[in-house]
């Protein structure tokens, strides 16, 4: 299911994932000013293909190449004929067909391989320029993209939530905090986040994320120290077992955030 709503001129198009009556995630796609920026993934192109048939566009951005962004690029690669664009560290990644394991395609669906272009360190929709600002850390192609005049920032991945309390093991929590201190040496006002949607107080938000997330690596630093194992660590800072570190078969975990924050070298 799609919910389609504009905030800001931005066409927010909210892709909800469901199965049997449950809601797996949501993830949204946004068009503004010709841009498309972000996909949706496969699995809803029921509703996002009329959406993109029934809507003109002239290229299309991603924040990065992870497949609830990517699914409907092939799509629109063969019928749309626009020019895709994502972080050059994402091109071969795009080029794969399917590059995920088995619970992320059935989360998502599964996502053809494509050609996508390189983004550079700008990038001109029809009428506005945005500024393509480098962003790891929840991947290592990511960006995001600020209008500069209008303060509007698209974040891709990096916010989702204020309380991050489980992360896939491929990110790291130092670089994303490095990310967030980059995004926050610029001017803006609201974010447009592909999980979180649109969030009017989109810098006091992230810099709430930056403090939780700071404060967090301020504790771990500590009972590092006192020589707490990460188990402990993690007992004594994230007692909630999430669905997702079972369901990703330990993909997904608090621990990973602790690793990240005690050996921050072996992820840069
Ligand atoms: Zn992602």
Same mark, same amino acid.
């Not at 201190?181 to 979180?196: G, I, N, P, T, V």
């Not at 690596?217 to 077992?241: A, T, Y």
């Given at each position: ?8 001129d ?7 994932v ?13 068009l503004?000013d010709g841009?498309v ?9 029921t509703?996002?293909?009329?959406f ?5 566009f002239?290229?299309?951005t ?31 990644v795009c080029?794969?067909p ?7 395609q ?11 272009? +390189? ?5 001109q929709?029809?009428s ?13 192609d ?5 209008h500069?005049?209008t303060g ?20 790291s929590?130092?670089?994303?905090i490095n ?5 926050l040496?610029y ?13 009017q107080?989109?810098?006091?938000m ?9 404060n ?9 120290m ?9 007992q004594?800072?994230f007692?909630?077992?999430?669905p997702?570190i079972?369901i990703?078969?330990?993909?997904w975990?608090?621990?990973?955030i602790i690793s990240?924050?005690?050996? +921050?070298?072996?992820?840069?």
């Amino acid at each position: 299911m799609i919910k389609v709503f504009s905030n800001e001129d931005v066409m927010c198009v909210e892709g909800i994932v469901e199965k049997s009556g449950l809601k797996l995630g949501t993830v949204y796609s946004f068009l503004v000013d010709g841009m498309v920026i972000d996909t949706g993934p496969q699995c809803l192109e029921t509703d996002l293909i009329p959406f993109y048939e029934n809507h003109s566009f002239e290229l299309v951005t991603l924040t990065h190449s992870h497949e609830d962004h990517s699914g409907l690029a092939p799509w629109i690669q063969e019928n749309k004929n626009v020019p895709i664009y994502v972080h050059p560290k994402g091109i071969s990644v795009c080029a794969k067909p399917c590059p995920y394991p088995k619970y992320r395609q059935m989360t998502w669906g599964v996502r053809k391989e494509f050609n996508a272009l +390189p983004l550079g360190d700008v990038i001109q929709s029809d009428s506005l320029e945005w500024k393509v600002i480098y962003t790891p850390g929840h991947a290592d192609d990511h960006v995001s993209l600020l209008h500069k005049e209008t303060g509007r920032l698209f974040s891709g991945d990096l916010f989702v939530s204020k309380k991050t309390k489980v992360i896939m093991n491929s990110e790291s929590i130092p670089v994303i905090i490095n990310s967030i201190r980059k995004l926050l040496s610029y001017d803006f006002q609201s974010l447009f986040c592909c999980h979180a949607g649109y969030i009017q107080d989109g810098k006091g938000m992230l810099k709430q994320k930056l403090d939780y997330l700071e404060n967090l690596s301020g504790e771990v630093g500590k009972l590092h120290m006192e020589g707490r194992s990460i188990d402990e660590m993690n007992q004594l800072l994230f007692p909630k077992k999430y669905p997702i570190i079972a369901i990703s078969e330990g993909q997904w975990d608090s621990k990973h955030i602790i690793s990240s924050i005690i050996s +921050p070298k072996s992820y840069l």
